[in-house]
């Protein structure tokens, strides 16, 4: 599907499509111009992936970790384009990029983080020994947390390929 336009998307969906892709430095933000097609629901998915991030309760790191493994576990090119630059301003170097994408955190906090996401992902559920080491690095909000954001950049990833939103750049 192409990324729409002013038409396709309605006022407020284009005003922040254009936001977005000036955020980025690009002509366009095809996520958010494809997706606004859907025009109301383009909105409370907007509202609901903010409070996830950047708002949610876990450190901005902790959030990208948790989307850069989602992605390249999906081998989704638009999220790891996306969040390789947003991790890098968040304190994650090439050198965690590559760790987090192996799999093997730098702390037992990290690796416990990795090990959840890895497990939704593959298996669209978490151990109760994965869940129990989790526990002792997170509280009950994050948790939830880190659950929600992992299930929904692995389901964002499947809209990305399902409607072949390419990257910008």
């Known amino acids: 599907m192409s990324p729409g336009g002013l038409l396709q998307q309605g006022p407020i969906n284009f005003v922040i499509s254009r936001v977005g892709a000036h955020a980025i430095g ?31 309760a876990l450190r901005r790191s902790e959030s ?13 090119t638009y999220e790891l384009g996306h969040h390789r630059r947003i991790g890098a301003r968040t304190g994650l170097d090439r050198d965690r990029q590559e760790a987090i ?44 947390e880190i659950v929600m954001l992992a299930t929904q950049y692995d389901g964002l ?5 399902t409607l072949g939103i390419e990257p910008e750049r």
Do not use: C, Q
Not at 40 to 49: A, I, P, V
Not at 65 to 74: E, S
Not at 115 to 135: I, M, P, Q
Not at 157 to 161: G, K, N, Q, V
């Open 26 to 56: 690009a002509d366009d933000m095809h996520l958010f111009s494809t997706l606004g097609r859907s025009k109301r629901l383009f909105l409370g998915w907007l509202g609901y992936s903010g409070m996830l991030m950047p708002f949610g």
């Open 64 to 76: 990208e970790t948790v989307i850069l493994r989602v992605a390249h576990l999906r081998g989704n």
């Open 101 to 144: 994408f192996a799999g093997t955190g730098w702390d037992e906090r990290s690796g416990a983080l990795l090990h959840a996401t890895t497990e939704l992902v593959e298996t669209k559920a978490v151990t109760d020994a994965t869940w129990s080491e989790l526990s002792r690095h997170f509280d009950d909000r994050r948790l939830v």
């Open 157 to 161: 990833a499947t809209a990305i390929e």
